[in-house]
Structure formats: structure tokens, C-alpha cells
């Protein structure tokens, strides 16, 4: 078993930067992939990133490739997401997710989530 603690969110504005941090418990964090999801309000559950379980190979959203960062530190069992360039429309909640059973733009096929961490970018 897995479990995830996502942190880091909060209020800031519109060109800033927060940083994200996820938490992991459980199973060898070294042994699966992870993403970070958004949801805003009456939306879906959208990928934003994810990172392949050696850190090696990342996959972003198109709309927050070059201004957000996905990593990770295996000895911390820890996973990242540095946000840069805030922009209102990436106002949402924030989830970490772990091991996809298959791609890893699919919410639906992440086995373990964290409870989610509210970031909200104001103009």
C-alpha cells in the first residue's frame, strides 16, 4: 500500500510561484511512476505532469510546459512540482497520484492519491 500527503498550496498572485510537495508512504517509492492533476470547480480532473519512477523522463500538460517542473527525490520519497508564472486559469486543487496502471495522463488509472492542496492564483 501506498499513501500520499500533498502539501504547499495556497494565495498568491497572478506571475508568482509556488512550490508543491507530495509526500509518500508505504511501498519502495522508487518503484512507480507519479503525476500531479488539477480540478477546478465544476471541471474534470485534468494532467498537469508526470515523472517516471527513476526521474528520467517527465510528461507535461501543454498549457503549463515551460513555466511548471515535476521532480522528485527518491531518498526523501518525496515528489515535486514547482510552479512558476502563475496564471488565474491554473487556479484549481491540486492532487498528487501514484502509480498509473497505465498512461500516466489518465486520472483513472492511478492506484493511490493524495487528498489535495488548493492553489489559487489571483489577477
Known amino acids: 500500500q501506498v499513501q500520499l500527503v500533498d502539501s504547499g498550496g495556497g494565495l498568491v498572485q497572478a506571475g508568482g510561484s509556488l512550490r508543491l510537495s507530495c509526500a509518500a508512504s508505504g511501498r519502495p517509492f522508487s518503484t512507480y511512476d507519479m503525476g500531479w492533476f488539477r480540478q477546478a470547480p465544476g471541471k474534470e480532473r485534468d494532467f498537469v505532469a508526470a515523472?517516471?519512477?527513476?526521474?528520467?523522463?517527465?510528461y507535461y500538460a501543454d498549457s503549463v510546459k515551460g513555466r511548471f517542473t515535476i521532480s522528485r527525490d527518491n531518498a526523501k520519497r518525496m515528489a515535486y512540482l514547482q510552479m512558476n508564472s502563475l496564471k488565474p486559469e491554473d487556479t484549481a486543487v491540486y492532487y498528487c497520484?501514484?502509480?498509473?496502471?497505465?498512461?500516466?495522463?489518465?486520472?483513472?488509472?492511478?492506484?493511490?492519491w493524495g487528498q489535495g492542496t488548493q492553489v489559487t492564483v489571483s489577477s
Open positions: 497520484a501514484g502509480e498509473p496502471r497505465g498512461s500516466v495522463y489518465n486520472p483513472e488509472g492511478y492506484n493511490y
Open positions: 515523472i517516471t519512477y527513476s526521474g528520467r523522463s517527465t
